[in-house]
């Protein structure tokens, strides 16, 4: 009895921990929003290194975060901000 109960947790386990691997998958962008991260990039990328910083994403216009909200397009990483 107690084998059994210890296999059922342990398989428990194992497909919560496959679970919460799987809904980490970073999603594909279809061609559309791919285009709009390149223009949005391209517009706000002030130093051109090909990202958009916290300082960069601010002088983001209300009307291109609305662009970006209703595509669920994101040009930052959403990444703790570096100590300097």
């Not at 809904?23 to 594909?28: D, T």
């Amino acid at each position: 009895m107690k084998k059994a109960l210890v296999l059922i947790a342990v398989a428990c386990a194992m497909a919560l921990t496959v679970n919460a691997a799987e809904g980490k998958a970073k999603k594909e962008l279809t061609p559309e929003q791919q285009k709009l991260k390149k223009e949005m990039v391209e517009k706000y990328d002030a130093n051109k290194d090909g990202k958009v910083s916290e300082e960069e994403a601010a002088k983001v216009s209300d009307a291109d975060k609305e662009k970006m909200k209703e595509a669920k397009v994101r040009i930052t990483s959403g990444g703790k901000k570096k100590k300097e």
